[in-house]
């Protein structure tokens, strides 16, 4: 069983739309979370960082944490063209720890 | 903030030669910086975890032989790719963590994609 699983799609949702992608994992010592998007043929871009439960936003953006369901989500809300990318959720054990665990990657298009 | 580069985005070699990737964080000191590989349609498999002034820790199953890592100072990392063969064509991509700011992440360069013929 992988640490962290992400179903990889894909994911077509039309333009103004709400999406919501999703991470679970196996192994409660993960405390801090991050999601990263990564267009083709680039490298990967952070987007949220968070490290407790509840949800954090930015923008179009909220990132969700349930570490008592040890799941976490990403939703983006009015969804443009230019959104669409692979979605990768990332986690690690504590501050300073130096290892990252992703998730498979979300391949999400959005029709304009 | 946090910008990281790589240099050069794409190579194209021939089998034998060597290739050299530089990884440099533009904006902030780096004490560690990690280099990753990614094959079409998967996410990024960990090679090695590069330390300023000391030697790689590489994972288990990767050539540190073939792979060569040199970390000589805040803001430059480089893997070299020795002897390269077609199964080593690939993406690579190199990290660096920031432990300034707001948060204690890694962030990524552009990528380098490594045609070996």
């Known amino acids: 069983q992988k640490e962290v699983e992400q179903d990889p799609g894909p994911l077509s949702v039309p333009e103004g739309a709400i999406v919501s992608l999703n991470c679970t994992y196996s192994n409660s010592a993960f405390q801090y979370f991050m999601w990263y998007r990564q267009y083709s043929r680039k490298g990967p871009e952070l987007l949220m960082y968070?490290?407790?439960?509840g949800n954090k936003e930015d923008g179009r953006f909220t990132a969700q944490v349930d570490k008592s369901s040890k799941y976490i989500s990403l939703f983006i809300r009015d969804s443009q063209p230019s959104d669409s990318a692979t979605y990768l959720c990332?986690?690690?054990?504590?501050?300073?720890?130096?290892?990252?665990?992703f998730g498979q990657g979300t391949r999400l298009t959005i029709n304009p | 903030g946090a910008v990281v580069s790589q240099h050069p985005s794409w190579v194209i070699c021939k089998s034998g030669t060597s290739v050299k990737i530089e990884c440099r964080s533009l904006?902030?000191?780096?004490?560690?910086m990690f280099w990753y590989r990614q094959f079409p349609k998967q996410s990024l498999m960990l090679m090695a975890t590069s330390n300023e002034g000391s030697k790689a820790t590489y994972e288990q199953g990767v050539e540190k032989d073939k792979f060569l890592i040199n970390h000589a100072s805040l803001t430059l990392s480089t893997l070299t790719v020795t002897s390269a063969h077609p199964e080593d064509s690939s993406f690579y991509i190199c990290?660096?963590?920031?432990?300034?700011?707001?948060?204690?992440?890694?962030?990524f360069g552009p990528g380098t994609r490594l045609t070996v013929l």
């Open positions: 904006d902030f000191q780096a004490t560690t």
């Open positions: 968070t490290y407790s439960s």
């Open positions: 990332a986690m690690t054990r504590g501050k300073g720890a130096q290892k990252l665990v």
């Open positions: 990290s660096a963590r920031d432990t300034g700011g707001r948060t204690d992440t890694q962030y």
